[in-house]
């Protein structure tokens, strides 16, 4: 039988003893998936491992939140937080819920399916279940202002869809198999975590649905928030923790800043590009 320390002296005891509060661990993933700059990196396995590893660890929780607003990005980094997510709380033997806010799209999804639950706003974005790559093509532009390309390399697909050469047809077939073969382990993993999908449309087009569309289609399992669902949850004295992300300090981020070449104007074009990957979304 465990022992019960009496009241008396569970007084003179630091708080986080005293506290008989059921306890849940919440941590926020928000941005893009990936490299973004330099100076501004998005969320990768190296950023938020820290994060989720003092989540899971932290004594007494009932359960983990992850709390998302993410349009995608990495499909690598991706998987690998999704992966991390999965294997903590089969370590830890906790249940996992994950929160939508603005948008869990993309990759944003495949992380949102590491939990047991997800649980969307009724107007958040939800899916984006497809694979997508983009760039520009500077050939005409080279030719016109009379800039000759040179190139020289050992393996005929080195070069692969080099902006600054016309598109070859042979480049966009091999990147449309690795893009197929990226979109079969996505499918199959959203298919595996969600065995609830309706089967009413295809979820795997790349489209999005809102929160309310995404419950109907069992993309989603409950419409709410992260303090209401846990309060109903573990009742209304429940202690959300929020695990806040490892960050240097002022005077280092001002250093990166201040030594890195144009580090003021990358980090700016950074965010306008974040920005735009969040506007495809209306957000």
């Keep these: 039988m465990p022992f019960a320390l009496p009241d008396a002296l569970r007084a003179f005891l630091p ?10 661990a919440v941590v926020r ?30 004594p007494g929780i009932k359960a983990v939140a992850i709390v998302i607003n993410s ?21 830890k033997a906790l249940p996992v819920v994950a929160f939508v806010e603005d948008v869990a799209a ?21 899916g984006s279940i497809g694979v997508v790559s983009a760039g520009f093509g500077f050939h005409g532009l080279l030719e016109k202002i009379g800039v000759e390309r040179r190139v020289h390399t050992q393996g005929e697909a080195k070069s692969m869809l080099d902006p ?19 979109q079969d382990l996505f499918t199959g993993l959203v298919t595996a ?6 089967t009413s449309e295809n979820l795997f087009t790349g489209a999005v649905w809102t929160g309310r569309q995404a419950l109907a289609l069992g993309l989603v399992d409950a ?18 923790r929020l695990v806040a992300e490892a960050r240097g300090g002022i005077l280092s981020r001002l250093l990166r800043r201040g030594g890195a070449p144009g580090g003021i104007a990358d980090d700016a074009l950074a965010a306008l590009e974040e920005r735009a990957a969040f506007a495809r979304f209306g957000l």
């Design 15 to 24: 708080r986080r003893f005293r506290d008989r509060r059921p306890r849940v």
């Design 29 to 58: 993933l928000s941005g893009t998936i990936g490299a973004v700059s330099p100076i501004r990196p998005g969320l990768s396995i190296g950023g938020v491992a820290g994060s989720l590893e003092r989540a899971f660890t932290m």
């Design 71 to 91: 349009p995608g990005g990495s499909p690598a980094q991706s998987h690998l937080i999704h992966r991390r997510i999965q294997a903590l709380a089969e370590e």
């Design 106 to 126: 993309s990759g944003g999804y495949m992380i949102a399916c590491a939990a047991d639950e997800i649980v969307a706003d009724p107007t958040s974005i939800v």
């Design 164 to 182: 600054f050469r016309p598109e070859d047809p042979a480049d966009v077939e091999r990147l449309k198999r690795l893009q197929a073969d990226i």
């Design 193 to 198: 975590r969600r065995p609830t999908l309706s």
């Design 223 to 240: 419409l709410g928030d992260v303090r209401a669902t846990m309060r109903a949850r573990f009742g209304d004295t429940v202690d959300l």
